[in-house]
């Protein structure tokens, strides 16, 4: 997320253990400051549901740029 140090546009990440998902934005301030998304696990109801909702939208998002 560090590498592309010259864009001043937020840049999204996203970490899984296999089980567990978390989404990550980190804005390019003078002091880089990160938001974490909440911590969506396999084993929970209707977790998974959330997470593929948000990675269908980033793929719409990258088709349409």
Do not use: C, W
Not at 19 to 44: H, P
Request: aromatic content about 10%.
């Amino acid at each position: 997320m560090l590498a592309d140090a010259a864009s001043a546009k937020p840049v999204f990440g996203f970490i899984t253990n296999g089980n567990e998902f978390r989404f990550i934005k980190l804005l390019k301030t003078e002091t880089r400051q990160y938001a974490l998304s909440d911590l969506f696990a396999l084993d929970s109801r209707d977790d998974i549901y959330i997470v593929l909702k948000v990675l269908k939208h980033v793929a719409h998002l990258i088709r349409n740029s």
